[in-house]
């Protein structure tokens, strides 16, 4: 062991970038959002469903046997917490949907002050 890690390490170093090639690594490849070269399909696309969310979202959607749950926005004079949704996956249907209150975790004196503000 102690012989093969100087010797991995030598070769590594031996290795110069032209050899390689160029190494892209890190969130999102190079951290810039930006892939040159890439063509996602965007003709012939057929749509199963859609949906009207009751609020707006940016959630990552998950899917849960056949259904999709997701998380919206607070929606002003509804509700002043986010929800967690279920949308049927073959109907696109929602089932379900359930406000996220996180006050609840918290002190009841201060539960009730947060509540007021």
Known sequence: MRTAIPALILCLASLSAAEVGPQIAGYRRDGTGIFPGITPPTTGLQVAWSTELPSWSNSS???????????VEPLEGVR??????????????????????????????????????
């Open 61 to 71: 959607p998950i899917v849960v046997g056949d259904r999709v749950i997701m998380t």
């Open 80 to 117: 002043d917490f986010p929800a967690l949704v279920a949308v049927d996956g073959r109907s696109g249907r929602i089932l379900w949907e359930r406000p996220l209150d996180h006050l609840a975790a918290v002190p009841q004196p201060q539960r009730d002050a947060a509540r007021a503000a």
